[in-house]
């Protein structure tokens, strides 16, 4: 069989092979690449979720952050004790617009709250705080 | 199939020939009557040149010059022309037997010449000669009766040739070919790209990945990642919900409504509310259960008491 006489058919067939390894090399990187890139999306979000939180709740200046809370009331009014990552504090005859004052700092700063007390006598507030962070 | 095209029988084709029975592709050789030839000498320098201007050299030689194909070589200091029709070439070869796809290579007489400077016989009456350099048909008769003779043989075989271009065979014409090799190689160059694309973008997001876990190598660790979610998400969980109790309770505080008493812990929260009459009171029992604190109730007097775990 003279394959010269079938060369147009020949080099048709070749290009169109050609056509089809690209395309299923397309699908391939398609299909596994897609899984791959989903899985990495997935850890790299989980990651930048991670580094927040850990930021957010082991911060380095939360110590710093924390004494304001001793400074914003007069000192007669504070009995402070911290130790470490740890804080206990007694405030005692807070005005309402202390206590409301005290009680916003509280819940903006990045401390897990163990204890919260707060108790009225006559027209002033006394609080008990302990946290950690 | 052999790549090696001139290592195929050669077979002298004339108008007399015996029907041939041909098992293998042969090479064919073409007598003077298959063609018309024309010598010139051109001042061109490239064979493409001369191919180009070869139909207008045989206006008025042959009949429809565009109809004819054209071989063209040098010789010497003259380009050789030869114009053949390819259509009843094969026409001629199929009535002796012989298929296109038989036709490995066409030669013709004209390029063997220094080979017919004695004549070769053509059947009984006819016979090939070289007068001038010039490969013609002669009648035997002309012939001296003494005069040698030559076989026909492979050896007559040319370097060059025309490769038949399967016009018989093929059911796609060059046009066809080209457009659907381009349409093909076009698509295959777009999936190959887009695939190659797949691949880089792959890289990037990697190297994304790589670059945050150096700047956290503590989070190298898919065991270490999956603790230190678990604390910081079940911390900032149970953080939220604290805060956001401490907001509604504020929010529930209006005119004839204080706080006497107020204790959270790590799992527990409760208040008691000093309402300024029981109107307010039952106001304020709607308003946390309205608040999803459905624990709300009046104790004592006009106490609101609230108690929930966290």
Same mark, same amino acid.
């Given at each position: ?52 939180? !850990? ?56 401390? !897990? ?21 | ?74 010789? *010497? ?10 259509? *009843?070439?094969? @026409? ?95 698509? *295959? ?39 230190? *979610? ?5 911390? @900032? ?39 300024? @009459? ?33």
């Amino acid at each position: 069989m003279n394959w010269k006489l079938y060369r147009n058919e020949l080099i048709v067939v070749v290009s169109l092979l050609l056509m089809l390894t690209a395309f299923i090399y397309k699908n391939t990187q398609i299909s596994s690449r897609s899984q791959e890139m989903s899985t990495l999306k997935h850890t790299a979000t989980e990651l930048r979720e991670l580094v927040v939180l !850990q930021n957010r709740w082991a911060g380095k200046r939360v110590s710093k952050k924390v004494d304001k809370l001793e400074k914003m009331v007069p000192s007669s009014k504070v009995k402070w004790s911290k130790k470490g990552k740890k804080l206990t504090a007694g405030y005692s005859a807070l005005t309402a617009k202390e206590l409301n004052k005290l009680i916003t700092t509280i819940l903006s700063m990045a401390v !897990q709250i163990q204890e919260l007390k707060i108790s009225r006598n006559s027209s002033s507030y006394d609080v008990e705080f302990k946290c950690k962070w | 199939m052999s790549f090696l095209g001139n290592s195929k029988a050669l077979v002298l084709a004339y108008s007399g020939m015996k029907k041939q029975s041909l098992s293998d592709s042969v090479n064919i050789m073409l007598s003077p009557r298959f063609y018309t030839l024309k010598k010139e000498a051109l001042p061109l320098k490239y064979l493409y040149q001369a191919k180009k201007i070869a139909p207008s050299l045989f206006d008025g030689l042959v009949e429809d010059p565009q109809k004819y194909d054209y071989f063209v070589y040098r010789e *010497a200091d003259e380009w050789v022309f030869i114009a053949y029709d390819m259509e *009843a070439i094969n @026409d001629f070869l199929v009535s002796k037997g012989i298929q296109p796809e038989q036709v490995a290579k066409i030669f013709f007489a004209q390029q063997a010449s220094a080979s017919f400077t004695v004549p070769v016989l053509l059947g009984e009456k006819e016979a090939l000669v070289s007068l001038d350099n010039t490969v013609v048909s002669i009648p035997q008769a002309v012939l001296q009766k003494d005069s040698k003779v030559l076989s026909f043989d492979d050896s007559f075989t040319p370097k060059t040739g025309v490769t038949p271009q399967g016009v018989h065979a093929s059911v796609l014409s060059r046009k066809q070919t080209i457009g659907l090799t381009i349409f093909f190689t076009l698509f *295959a160059l777009m999936f190959f790209v887009e695939g190659w694309r797949y691949s880089h973008n792959s890289q990037a997001a990697q190297e994304e990945m790589q670059t945050l876990l150096e700047e956290n190598p503590s989070l190298q660790s898919q065991y270490t990642r999956e603790s230190i *979610a678990a604390k910081y998400r079940t911390i @900032d969980k149970s953080e939220r919900r604290k805060r956001d109790v401490v907001k509604t309770l504020a929010g529930m505080i209006f005119k004839g409504v204080k706080v006497s008493t107020f204790q959270m812990n790590e799992k527990m929260f409760k208040i008691d509310f000093i309402c300024s @009459d029981a109107k307010v009171a039952q106001r304020l029992v709607q308003l946390a259960k309205k608040s999803e604190f459905s624990s709300g109730k009046i104790i004592s007097g006009n106490v609101v008491h609230i108690e929930e775990k966290l």
